[in-house]
């Protein structure tokens, strides 16, 4: 391995109530609390599978984060989270870039782009909707 190659990438998602988020996204989403440090705890990890993220309250990061979070199947995903309780924004959608994702949100506004490989072909109600998402923030 080169000395300067990157390992990996951990986001640092800012949450307005440290005990809130990590409830959520053990009890909603699915994660494991890997650690958490002050007293009382305002900074720490979670994680599922090979992904890991930070939660840190007022200070690191801003609210509304994206990102993308690949899966074997997103509709068994779907399924476990309706049954959780987890914020969902758009159901799986099977997109014209080949992959087929659901949207989720935490409770502090960040987004998961959550997919799989596409199932078929697009769904062009669910791509509009998705773009007035993205361009907007509606939905």
Known sequence: MNMN?????????????????????????????????GEPPTFGCVTRGKVEIF?????QGKYG?????FVEDVDV????Y??????IRQPPTNFPWGTREMN???PDGHRFRMGSDSTGP???????YFMEVVEFGKG
């Not at 939660?55 to 200070?59: D, K, Q, T």
């Open 5 to 37: 190659d990157f390992e990996c990438a951990i986001p640092i998602l800012n949450v307005k109530n440290f005990t809130v988020s990590m409830d959520y996204y053990v009890n909603k989403l699915g994660f494991k609390k890997k650690w958490a440090w």
């Open 55 to 59: 939660l840190c309250e007022g200070a």
């Open 65 to 69: 984060t994206w990102m993308s979070i």
């Open 77 to 80: 995903l779907h399924d476990e």
């Open 82 to 87: 309706k049954k959780s309780g987890a914020i």
């Open 104 to 106: 989720v949100e935490d």
């Open 122 to 128: 697009a769904d062009e109600a669910g791509l509009k």
